[in-house]
């Protein structure tokens, strides 16, 4: 991938550069490591000087360091040594709402180059009590907010870490944990880097695991997401940007909500990933969610190597019509191999303290699915190598849904609704369904159901040149059961 290719040259360049550069200690600059003194301007203090005086490190050594919103600057890595912690203040006041940006963080970058936060340390939001502090505030009508469901807007609580508009991004090492908000977010930024970085983002709402906006040449690799939200999550908030060039390697997630999701905010798009070695485990909603329902394009994905256990959907592609504007969205050039996955019978994030809702009924077990619209057909996916083991037990007399063409009809479009793989209640299949697409492979599919179920495993709808290699379906009592049903679908072989 070329975009790869280009990153790793200009990362090459700033590895050198972050060898050369000068290591100060926080605590020469008066930083208190007691976890009960503020040292928000003490460390801006250092992060200017730094900055100003050609670069270098500014490192946190064993210690608790309270800090409230701070900004990294140019040529600037914060390097939190092993036992050091950035301790967020609880106290709402202590961070700013960047008007540029229009979010609340601990850590902002906006507009700097090669910066950096590294080391074994950690950076600890603790955002449950920061957000319930604020609550206290807006109830005494210090702060003005909708408090909808009980809960501060999203933007007016902290995250840990918020970067925009940056180049040179490298993260590697640390540990994030509890932020108040979204967890990381990279905003419009060029050639990131994140490496081995333990992320513990699951005591608060929209505890995502790292958000990445309309970035260009990524790479995420070896880091553990354990999340109360979406765990790798890419968005495009900008029509005219697009999230591009992004390698995903060896990464393991757990989330009440989704496991890797392009969306749902899908304005501008994504193109040219390549995931490799992903492990999703006791996940809420889809392993893997692809969504372009606000006029972006979904193009040139490779997915290779899942492993999704206790996962309540294992794949979904969904071409909506949300927040388009006039535009088109389209999604094609899609390749998924080389999947294991088991679907429960009961809730994957049952017991966590942030569980997904119980949404959606009555219905049965969703199949995995890929579902576009008559207008906006999904383009050119290849599943290859899968295997999906499913609870099974579809129950008729607790809902059904036929394979009449008046039924199959009955199924809603939902252009504009959030797209989630329950968002249609009960699907005529109990392993794929496939609507309004057209060039969809299945090669070496494996199938199994625990229990026999009511329903076909696959069920095509309104697809033209689906392609069917090696199919294998297993289901208990189902002998001579016809599990491949086409409508309105036209085969190439």
């Keep these: 991938m070329q975009g790869k290719k280009f990153f790793l040259g200009t990362l090459s360049t700033l590895m050198v550069l972050t060898a050369l550069a000068k290591d100060y200690s926080v605590e020469r600059f008066g930083a208190k490591k007691d976890g009960i003194s503020l040292n928000s301007a003490v460390i801006q203090g250092a992060i200017d000087y730094i900055h100003e005086n050609g670069g270098?490190?500014?490192?946190?050594e064993e210690?608790?360091?309270?800090?409230?919103?701070?900004?990294?600057?140019?040529?600037?890595?914060?390097?939190?040594?092993?036992?050091?912690?950035?301790?967020g203040s609880v106290n709402p006041f202590d961070y700013e709402k960047n008007k540029y940006i229009g979010w609340t963080s601990m850590i902002f970058a906006i507009k700097q180059d090669n910066i950096g936060i590294t080391g074994q340390g950690m950076i600890d939001g603790r955002g449950a009590r920061t957000?319930?502090?604020?609550?206290?505030?807006?109830?005494?009508?210090?702060?003005?907010d909708p408090l909808k469901y009980d809960r501060p807007n999203e933007t007016n609580r902290p995250q840990n870490i918020y970067f925009r508009e940056c180049t040179n991004v490298r993260i590697t090492g640390i540990t994030l944990k509890n932020p108040a908000s979204w967890n990381q977010t990279y905003d419009q930024c060029k050639n990131l880097y994140v490496d081995s970085i333990t992320v513990d983002s699951k005591n608060y709402w929209n505890n995502d695991g790292i958000d990445v906006v309309d970035c260009d040449s990524v790479i995420i690799k070896n880091s553990y997401f354990d999340a109360a939200d979406d765990v790798i999550c890419f968005k495009s908030h900008d029509p005219a940007k697009i999230c591009?060039?992004?390698?995903?390697?060896?990464?393991?997630?757990?989330?009440?909500?989704?496991?890797?999701?392009?969306?749902?905010?899908?304005?501008?798009?994504?193109?040219?990933?390549?995931?490799?070695?992903l492990k999703i485990v006791d996940t809420y909603r889809s392993a893997i969610t692809f969504a372009a329902v606000d006029g972006g394009l979904v193009e040139n994905i490779e997915v290779d190597g899942v492993r999704s256990i206790n996962t309540g959907n294992v794949i979904y592609l969904r071409i909506g019509d949300r927040w388009s504007n006039g535009k088109q969205p389209y999604m094609k050039n899609i390749r998924i191999s080389n999947v294991y996955a088991e679907v429960p019978a009961t809730k994957p994030d049952a017991g966590y303290s942030y569980e997904g809702p119980i949404e959606d009924l009555p219905r049965n077990i969703s199949p995995a699915s890929i579902v576009g619209l008559p207008q906006y057909k999904i383009q050119g996916v290849t599943l290859k190598n899968i295997e999906i083991v499913y609870p099974g037990g579809?129950?008729?007399?607790?809902?059904?849904?036929?394979?009449?063409?008046?039924?199959?009809?009955?199924?809603?479009?939902m252009p504009a609704a959030y797209p989630e793989f329950s968002q249609f209640k009960e699907l005529p299949a109990w392993g794929f369904y496939v609507r309004h697409a057209t060039g969809i492979r299945f090669d070496n599919i494996v199938l199994r159901a625990k229990e026999s179920d009511y329903r076909p495993a696959?069920?095509?709808?309104?697809?033209?040149?689906?392609?069917?290699n090696k199919?294998?379906?297993?289901?208990?009592?189902?002998?001579?059961?016809?599990?491949?049903?086409?409508?309105?679908?036209?085969?190439?072989?």
């Design 394 to 413: 579809g129950n008729p007399h607790y809902a059904k849904r036929g394979l009449s063409e008046k039924e199959l009809e009955s199924i809603p479009e």
């Design 131 to 144: 957000a319930n502090n604020m609550v206290a505030n807006i109830q005494k009508g210090l702060v003005s």
């Design 63 to 87: 210690g608790k360091y309270l800090t409230g919103t701070i900004f990294l600057k140019s040529n600037v890595t914060l390097h939190l040594e092993k036992g050091a912690v950035l301790l």
């Design 471 to 493: 199919i294998r379906v297993e289901e208990p009592g189902a002998k001579g059961k016809k599990q491949l049903f086409l409508h309105h679908t036209t085969r190439t072989k």
């Design 244 to 277: 591009q060039n992004v390698i995903v390697d060896n990464c393991t997630g757990r989330s009440s909500a989704n496991g890797l999701k392009f969306g749902t905010v899908s304005r501008g798009g994504f193109r040219n990933f390549k995931v490799t070695n």
């Design 458 to 468: 696959i069920v095509f709808d309104d697809v033209q040149k689906a392609s069917f």
């Design 56 to 60: 270098g490190r500014l490192v946190f």
